[in-house]
């Protein structure tokens, strides 16, 4: 003890007292009242896309959506347009395109990255959520990979999703999360407090003293109802009522089945807001399906991946190809009015505190290239991204793009992979 009494103050302030409060999602509002957090969302859909049908013609601030992107209409104030990039290095077709779209050829994918840089204290570093990500994925193929390029599963059940997230781990005989919100963290741990307090200095028991007095007034105003102003329910997750069909473990997993497919998908996205909302984590990927997908929605009479394969874009194939892709962008409205819907700490929208990335692994389906992908950032950031604009790369890396994301959740690199093209993020993007 008296060789580290220092350090041990530092980390009951830092742990022992923080730590606890950290994991009660509704005292982090109060917490860090005034303040807000960015948060980055990243999206995928399957299959690429047909570039002359999904990139928008324009200029940077007056630009035309294409076919495959029009359902943003509505929305495209709150997004930015990227055309020109290319994948370099690494695998080809499907495989290596997801295998690269969110690693750059690092050994980790970004979300992986920015989760362990920006969520260290809270209680999820990251979320990795699927929309049948994992029905028919033989090869196991994912966008997200922690270090040593270790694939992420993505998990399809949001209902035990959130579970997970929201109930935390308590067995039987356990406390429930809301009678933990009730009782005083400091209460619990006073009995150490006190025999500690004995043993300090009058320098160091000041400090303790203080930080204690600290700790309770912000443990009051979570007691009473803080200022979080509602920002953190979740009372309205799932309203519909939506069950885990029974046969979950059957074959096909009936969660699978492509009748549940939009309310899955919509499911996890609430998810994802009610988690920033909360400050569970500030990090969220979400995967649909997966590449070569074999998925059928709106009775749409081909899978997916048959659909890219469109031969020329004028084709009845081509036709079908763009309707998917306009589902894909609806639900990816559907995100973005989300976060758009919900107030942050400091009076912005959860949207404009946020960064999203909607990603694919192939540019041209047809030609199963990693050229002028499809991508589209949302949100603002937190104010370092300037949305309702169409940006032309020419060719450069998607690596530069991966870095800039990163910084803009004021996260310091100048490289992220792929260096090729040079080091730094895109130019004139932030």
């Given at each position: 003890?008296?060789?580290?009494?220092?350090?041990?103050?530092?980390?009951?302030?830092?742990?022992?007292?923080?730590?606890?409060?950290?994991?009660?999602?509704?005292?982090?509002?109060?917490?860090?009242?005034?303040?807000?957090?960015?948060?980055?969302?990243?999206?995928?859909?399957?299959?690429?896309?047909?570039?002359?049908?999904?990139?928008?013609?324009?200029?940077?601030?007056?630009?035309?959506?294409?076919?495959?992107?029009?359902?943003?209409?509505?929305?495209?104030?709150?997004?930015?347009?990227?055309?020109?990039?290319?994948?370099?290095?690494?695998?080809?077709?499907?495989?290596?395109?997801?295998?690269?779209?969110?690693?750059?050829?690092?050994?980790?994918?970004?979300?992986?990255?920015?989760?362990?840089?920006?969520?260290?204290?809270?209680?999820?570093k990251s979320l990795h959520l699927g929309v049948g990500a994992?029905?028919?994925?033989?090869?196991?193929?994912?966008?997200?990979?922690?270090?040593?390029?270790?694939?992420?599963?993505?998990?399809?059940?949001?209902?035990?999703?959130?579970?997970?997230?929201?109930?935390?781990?308590?067995?039987?005989?356990?406390?429930?999360?809301?009678?933990?919100?009730?009782?005083?963290?400091?209460?619990?741990?006073?009995?150490?407090?006190?025999?500690?307090?004995?043993?300090?200095?009058?320098?160091?028991?000041?400090?303790?003293?203080?930080?204690?007095?600290?700790?309770?007034?912000?443990?009051?105003?979570?007691?009473?109802?803080?200022?979080?102003?509602?920002?953190?329910?979740?009372?309205?997750?799932?309203?519909?009522?939506?069950?885990?069909?029974?046969?979950?473990?059957?074959?096909?997993?009936?969660?699978?089945?492509?009748?549940?497919?939009?309310?899955?998908?919509?499911?996890?996205?609430?998810?994802?807001?009610?988690?920033?909302?909360?400050?569970?984590?500030?990090?969220?990927?979400?995967?649909?399906?997966?590449?070569?997908?074999?998925?059928?929605?709106?009775n749409i009479d081909q899978g997916h991946h048959d659909t890219?394969?469109?031969?020329?874009?004028?084709?009845?194939?081509?036709?079908?190809?763009?309707?998917?892709?306009?589902?894909?962008?609806?639900?990816?409205?559907?995100?973005?009015?989300?976060?758009?819907?919900?107030?942050?700490?400091?009076?912005?929208?959860?949207?404009?505190?946020?960064?999203?990335?909607?990603?694919?692994?192939?540019?041209?389906?047809?030609?199963?290239?990693?050229?002028?992908?499809?991508?589209?950032?949302?949100?603002?950031?937190?104010?370092?991204?300037?949305?309702?604009?169409?940006?032309?790369?020419?060719?450069?890396?998607?690596?530069?793009?991966?870095?800039?994301?990163?910084?803009?959740?004021?996260?310091?690199?100048?490289?992220?992979?792929?260096?090729?093209?040079?080091?730094?993020?895109?130019?004139?993007?932030?």
């Amino acid at each position: 003890m008296k060789a580290n009494r220092r350090q041990f103050v530092k980390g009951l302030a830092g742990a022992a007292l923080a730590a606890p409060l950290a994991s009660i999602p509704w005292s982090r509002s109060a917490f860090a009242a005034g303040t807000a957090a960015k948060r980055a969302v990243f999206v995928y859909i399957p299959d690429g896309a047909i570039p002359e049908l999904f990139h928008p013609s324009g200029s940077e601030t007056n630009f035309t959506l294409a076919p495959m992107t029009s359902p943003l209409e509505r929305v495209k104030q709150h997004c930015v347009f990227t055309r020109g990039l290319t994948m370099y290095e690494g695998g080809s077709t499907h495989e290596g395109g997801v295998a690269k779209v969110l690693t750059g050829n690092s050994d980790s994918s970004l979300d992986y990255f920015l989760g362990q840089r920006v969520g260290a204290d809270l209680p999820f570093k990251s979320l990795h959520l699927g929309v049948g990500a994992n029905f028919q994925n033989g090869a196991g193929n994912v966008v997200s990979y922690s270090s040593g390029k270790i694939p992420i599963t993505m998990n399809d059940n949001p209902l035990n999703a959130f579970e997970n997230i929201f109930a935390g781990s308590a067995g039987p005989g356990d406390e429930t999360l809301a009678n933990r919100r009730k009782r005083s963290i400091l209460d619990a741990v006073m009995g150490d407090l006190t025999r500690l307090n004995a043993r300090l200095g009058a320098n160091e028991r000041e400090k303790l003293e203080k930080h204690t007095a600290s700790v309770r007034e912000v443990e009051q105003r979570i007691l009473d109802g803080g200022n979080s102003g509602g920002v953190c329910t979740t009372g309205s997750f799932n309203s519909g009522g939506f069950t885990v069909p029974e046969g979950y473990h059957g074959y096909p997993p009936k969660i699978h089945l492509e009748e549940h497919f939009e309310t899955i998908g919509k499911l996890q996205m609430d998810l994802i807001t009610q988690s920033f909302a909360c400050d569970m984590t500030r990090v969220a990927t979400l995967m649909w399906s997966h590449p070569v997908s074999p998925t059928r929605v709106r009775n749409i009479d081909q899978g997916h991946h048959d659909t890219s394969h469109y031969g020329n874009r004028d084709s009845a194939t081509a036709q079908k190809f763009v309707k998917y892709k306009q589902y894909f962008m609806e639900q990816f409205r559907y995100l973005i009015e989300s976060l758009d819907s919900r107030t942050d700490s400091d009076g912005n929208s959860l949207l404009y505190n946020s960064v999203i990335f909607l990603c694919s692994e192939l540019g041209d389906s047809n030609d199963h290239d990693h050229k002028d992908m499809p991508f589209i950032l949302a949100g603002n950031a937190g104010g370092a991204l300037q949305t309702g604009r169409y940006l032309d790369f020419d060719g450069d890396a998607h690596s530069k793009l991966l870095v800039s994301i990163a910084n803009m959740m004021d996260v310091s690199i100048d490289s992220y992979g792929y260096t090729g093209h040079g080091r730094g993020g895109l130019p004139g993007l932030i």
